[in-house]
């Protein structure tokens, strides 16, 4: 029997859990990593789990079999943009994660940006230019523009979308229009924003009895000296530390950002924000993740094991919220 704070005791072998992951987004291989691991986790709490790649038969499979819960173990593209969340709401299925709506909201990037500026958080300048702005008004016009506007360094990254890809620091004009071009292969939509150095740091968000807390902030710290895919996913290329190595005040504050971030934008659950604080003591909010990477090399886990719990634990726990919230 499991008991969380303010829900009723359970028999874990009593729920069966469908974790849904793969997709046909960019993050599929990532996706199937991390359903993998988080169904093993489950598995070692007790609970029937089911591991469902998101396809045309999924909707037959809900309807026909419906879990008890659903876990989104997607990542991008239909995984965090709300649409798998409406369907399992139009269907009442339980489910680990934001509402739909509260997806579409966080998963465009410049709109949470503007939605947590607003509330006077730091973030980095940006702009948002789509493809057809560059054929329009010519491509070089406007990329003067933008180095005008954000300087150099720029961040460029896809207004949707994760795990860094496309994303890219441009360090020179010269490398501005072939990085354009990368980044466009992954979007129609250019984030582009000014390049803020300092610590880098993941921070998990999770929901419990007292609302959602910040686990140990997790520092990044890629060989490269820029966290995209390769570095994100492949072993040895990262120095990863858990906890972070902040100082009191500066630990404290990204988890207030974290949070704030979680309850601005209206999220459920768990959620990751990726942030960096300057040299000038500033904790900036770079972006939000509403399903986080579980693989060995993500930094979920990592924050899980620093609060001294395990990933099976912290799911069961959030897995046993949904069935009775409905």
Not at 35 to 49: H, I
Request: glycine share 10%; hydrophobic share 40%.
């Amino acid at each position: 029997m499991l008991h969380v704070d303010g829900l009723r005791s359970f028999s874990l072998s009593d729920r069966v859990v469908a974790v849904l992951s793969g997709g046909l987004s960019h993050e599929r291989d990532v996706s199937l990593r991390s359903g993998r691991r988080l169904s093993a986790a489950l598995r070692d709490q007790g609970l029937t789990v089911e591991e469902w790649d998101t396809d045309s038969e999924l909707l037959t499979r809900l309807r026909d079999q419906r879990p008890d819960a659903v876990v989104v173990a997607l990542h991008g593209g239909e995984g965090e943009n709300g649409s798998v969340q409406t369907v399992l709401e139009m269907l009442g299925i339980p489910f680990v994660g934001s509402t739909s709506q509260s997806c579409r909201r966080a998963f465009d990037k410049p709109t949470a940006k503007a939605e947590l500026a607003r509330a006077g958080l730091s973030t980095p300048d940006w702009v948002v230019l789509p493809h057809g702005t560059f054929r329009e008004l010519g491509a070089q016009y406007v990329l003067d523009a933008m180095t005008d506007r954000l300087g150099l360094p720029m961040m460029l990254k896809p207004d949707q979308g994760g795990s860094a890809l496309g994303a890219q620091v441009v360090r020179s004009a010269g490398q501005l229009p072939a990085a354009m071009v990368n980044c466009l292969a992954y979007g129609e939509t250019v984030l582009a924003e000014q390049f803020v150095s300092g610590v880098e740091v993941a921070v998990t968000v999770v929901d419990g009895a007292n609302g959602p807390e910040a686990l140990p902030a997790v520092e990044i710290v890629p060989e490269s000296g820029v966290y995209d895919y390769t570095a994100r996913y492949t072993a040895g290329l990262t120095d990863f530390y858990a906890p972070a190595r902040l100082t009191e005040d500066s630990a404290k504050a990204v988890g207030e950002l974290a949070v704030q971030a979680h309850r601005l934008l209206g999220l459920r659950d768990i959620s990751r924000t990726d942030a960096v604080i300057s040299s000038d003591g500033t904790v900036n909010f770079l972006e939000v993740n509403l399903s986080p990477g579980l693989t060995e090399t993500s930094s979920l886990p990592m924050a899980v094991e620093a609060a001294g719990r395990s990933l099976g634990e912290v799911f069961s726990e959030l897995i046993e919220r949904s069935v009775n919230r409905g």
